[in-house]
């Protein structure tokens, strides 16, 4: 531990930096590849002669850096790519003691615009110095960091899920003596760092007396002091980097200046910053980030993902095969048997459609949302699994453990009673897919704070008199089960699926997954099941082409989801509107005829929205940039077979009433009458418990109780969870 918070470490008690002449090294450590002499001299002459090629047409060299600060603007970037171009010493000291070159760095700037020193520091001109780096060094992500990269310039790329009040740090605090007005200046250092005021002044003793200021005599004097803001976040690891059945590590980063509420959370960001360490309150030394320089991760920041040309060449041969819709449904959860319409939702999903900004300033999503609703051990699990692991960004939870704050954020209150704001999972997720099982399983309260990020993709918080609005441009997959635990043909759809039309409105595809219960089915899924487990012992080589095939499908996704944005030819837009038409005819044809009862999934003008989606997704798997007649064919048939046919499900008309099924009917509405009187209320749980307890069947209950529901001796209220008797 010889040289530990000595010389190149740096904590929020113990800043020390080389002296000019390196004499503070610890004998153990690597000294600095160059002096910071020769260093301030190597960045002034590479801000003043440091010069790009010509590009676009420029007759002349392009002198960067010469000409940014010539220009009035309150900051310069300086790339650490410029700098190892220029001298590769210099890169190195910058790459190892960030402590040295960054404030070298500074003061080059300074001296860079002001020539001539002035003794009123008020008098000279300032500027921010940021530093980022466009090519990876080092470790990429925070689990990657260990204590060798302690005081190193590091490149992090995560996503910002904390973010707390702005603070201001002292910067320069200017000490006065109460006894003989002597001033003490003390420079804060960056990042964590504390000042400590000094215990006695350095006014002359006299011989006999001591000090005559005595102990503890200065004051701060306000006015000379010098404070720059300052703000704490949490920064986590992207999804997509984080290992299967392991937590995503995260650390805290300090801001600056300018970057100060610059970086909301659920923002992707690639971070050039000082990996420093702080003691806890434990006595503990925990890592944080001093973030120097901020990239925000966009969709179309092709430098976090870069397409390399055999790539290219390899997904545009990809996309010109015939017949390649058929191919993507093929490998799209390829253990699951059946569900070929499922299959194609999941594939649209991933690829999603193109998002719009409109002239007046709204947006219309692209992302899709997919619901599967009905019986059990039906792979609904499965194709959410499948959907997690193909995703670029994907987070996958289940409505049971999940709550409303989890999902979209919250504003929590710290100890001392600052707050910060915590991003939620669709946030984390943004630019992805997040997969919710068991979404039945969650509070009804839960479900309705996620409208808004579906439809507007957008969540809004307001708490302590602050407001926020996170971006939250996610794809939601969510899987849930009838309430009964199984799809019930004598019961309505809307009791099957027990969820509010809000909700429903807002999902593209509504699947109700059925079990089949025919020999002819069960033979062909038993045959698929167990060849399935006869190949899970030849795993190496097995498991190897399947990753290989998946890391194809995922880089594919990502390449078309930020090359491709195709629109909606006037020709299949005149066709998609002359069937949206005929199918709101038909809906309300069949409303008439049920004597005015709506269907469980309202056909609106989201469904409308939802089929041009799905049209713009099935053009995007083939990089077309128009969506045509055949897209929007497609589109509507798997809409026709899922939400639509939601939308039409009720009661089975082939069920057929034996005169014992009869009898056990009106002996269960019998009990339930002698249970609740005229103009009573009781709860349908409650209700069904008792009569199950008894040894009545859950299912004939729940029939008996749409039967009086129907015939309007019954009706619910209070969310249908109450029954009340008319």
């Not at 998946?550 to 491709?564: E, G, H, K, M, N």
């Amino acid at each position: 531990m010889s040289g530990f918070d000595v010389g190149r470490v740096s904590t929020n008690s113990n800043w020390v930096n080389y002296t000019e002449d390196d004499r503070n090294t610890d004998a153990n450590e690597t000294r600095p590849p160059i002096s910071t002499r020769a260093a301030l001299a190597k960045l002034h002459q590479f801000l003043k002669t440091y010069a790009k090629s010509p590009e676009n047409g420029q007759s002349e060299d392009v002198y960067i850096y010469s000409d940014a600060l010539q220009k009035d603007c309150d900051s310069i970037t300086v790339d650490l790519q410029d700098i190892k171009l220029f001298d590769d010493d210099l890169y190195e000291l910058f790459r190892k003691n960030p402590g040295v070159a960054l404030p070298l760095l500074e003061a080059a700037v300074m001296k860079c615009l002001n020539p001539r020193a002035k003794k009123d520091e008020e008098m000279q001109i300032q500027r921010e110095v940021f530093l980022i780096a466009t090519e990876q060094f080092g470790p990429a992500t925070i689990r990657e960091l260990q204590s060798e990269d302690i005081s190193r310039l590091v490149m992090i790329s995560g996503v910002v899920t904390r973010s707390e009040e702005r603070q201001n740090r002292a910067a320069k605090v200017v000490f006065k003596c109460k006894s003989c007005s002597t001033l003490k200046t003390v420079i804060g250092k960056p990042g964590l760092g504390k000042i400590t005021c000094p215990k006695a002044c350095d006014s002359i003793t006299v011989e006999g007396s001591g000090n005559l200021c005595g102990r503890d005599p200065f004051v701060i004097d306000d006015k000379k002091c010098k404070f720059v803001d300052h703000q704490i976040l949490k920064l986590q690891d992207l999804p997509e980097t984080v290992s299967p059945g392991e937590p995503p590590e995260h650390r805290l980063m300090i801001v600056e200046g300018s970057l100060v509420h610059s970086i909301p959370p659920g923002t992707q960001v690639t971070v050039t910053a000082v990996y420093n360490i702080m003691k806890t309150k434990h006595g503990a030394y925990e890592g944080y980030l001093r973030a120097v320089g901020v990239q925000h991760i966009g969709k179309q920041d092709l430098r976090r993902t870069p397409f390399t040309a055999e790539e290219e060449a390899r997904f545009k041969a990809f996309a010109a095969q015939p017949e390649l819709h058929k191919k993507i449904f093929e490998v799209m959860a390829p253990s699951i048997y059946g569900h070929d319409d499922i299959k194609k939702a999941v594939a649209c999903l991933l690829f999603g459609g193109a998002r719009k900004l409109m002239p007046d300033g709204t947006a219309r999503r692209g992302d899709i949302h997919v619901l599967l609703i009905g019986d059990p051990s039906t792979a609904k699990s499965q194709f959410l699994k499948f959907a997690a692991q193909m995703a670029p960004v994907a987070v996958y939870t289940a409505g049971k453990t999940s709550s409303g704050p989890g999902l979209t954020g919250s504003m929590l209150r710290k100890p001392n009673g600052q707050f910060y704001l915590e991003a939620g999972a669709m946030v984390t997720a943004s630019g992805g897919v997040i997969c919710i099982d068991e979404f039945d399983k969650m509070q009804p309260e839960d479900r309705v704070v996620i409208h808004e990020g579906m439809e507007q993709q957008t969540i809004s918080i307001a708490k302590a008199g602050i407001t926020a609005t996170l971006n939250s441009q996610t794809s939601v997959l969510a899987a849930a089960n009838p309430p009964s635990g199984r799809y019930d043909d004598m019961v309505s759809a809307q009791e099957n699926m027990d969820l509010q039309t809000t909700i429903l409105s807002r999902f593209d595809l509504i699947f109700i997954v059925r079990d089949v219960t025919t020999r002819e089915h069960d033979e062909r899924l038993a045959r698929h099941i167990c060849h399935m487990h006869q190949q899970g012992h030849a795993s190496n080589q097995l498991e190897d082409r399947d990753e290989q095939e998946d890391a194809f499908l995922t880089r594919y996704v990502q390449y078309c989801r930020q090359r491709c944005d195709p629109r909606m030819t006037e020709e299949a837009a005149t066709y998609l509107s002359s069937e949206y038409v005929d199918i709101r005819e038909q809906v309300r044809q069949r409303i008439q005829d049920d004597d005015g009862e709506a269907p469980a999934v309202p056909i609106t003008v989201r469904q409308l929205e939802a089929v041009v989606r799905i049209s713009e997704a099935l053009a995007r798997m083939q990089l077309c940039r128009s969506a045509t007649q055949y897209h929007v064919q497609l589109a509507l048939d798997l809409f026709k077979v899922s939400t639509l046919n939601a939308a039409n499900a009720g009661v089975a008309d082939d069920v057929v009433f034996t005169e014992a099924d009869q009898e056990e009917l009106k002996h269960v509405i019998s009990e339930i009458n002698k249970r609740i009187p005229l103009g009573g209320d009781v709860s349908e749980n409650r209700l069904i418990a008792e009569l199950v307890r008894f040894g009545v069947d859950e299912r004939l209950v729940r029939r008996a109780l749409m039967f009086l529901v129907s015939s309007q001796d019954y009706e619910y209220k209070r969310a249908r969870r109450t029954l009340h008797r008319i």
